[in-house]
């Protein structure tokens, strides 16, 4: 019954922006903390922003001042502003849940939304 449902992606050219949201159902969104994972053709899976329960979020550097990852607990919903796109960014965005009981992470993922950069 958990579901990660990403919508937002599309097509831009560099320099634009899109936000990205995920819509959670079935876990308890408020105690997990939330991710957004890239992937391009031929590279590995990428950690690209993380948000916690708190509030508290990091990013890859590679998108440090120009994605920002925010939540929205009555929603259950993640979101991923992404501005100043470039080329480098085009890949599959996935959703994935984390939580951390006992030393142990467990998380679900979504089923990714596409972000592809013109240049």
């Known amino acids: 019954q958990v579901q990660l449902v990403e919508s937002g992606g599309g097509l831009v050219q560099a320099g634009g922006s899109l936000r990205l949201s995920c819509a959670a159902s079935?876990?308890?969104?408020?105690?997990?903390?939330m991710a957004w994972y890239r992937q391009a053709p031929g590279k590995q899976r990428e950690l690209v922003a993380y948000?916690?329960?708190?509030?508290?979020?990091d990013y890859a550097d590679s998108v440090k001042g120009r994605f920002t990852i925010s939540r929205d607990n009555a929603k259950n919903t993640v979101y991923l502003q992404m501005n100043s796109l470039k080329p480098e960014d085009t890949a599959v965005y996935y959703c994935?849940?984390?939580?951390?009981?006992?030393?142990?992470?467990?998380?679900?993922w979504g089923q990714g939304t596409q972000v592809t950069i013109s240049s």
């Open positions: 948000i916690t329960s708190g509030g508290s979020t």
């Open positions: 994935k849940s984390s939580l951390r009981r006992a030393g142990t992470d467990f998380g679900f």
């Open positions: 079935g876990i308890t969104f408020s105690i997990n903390a």
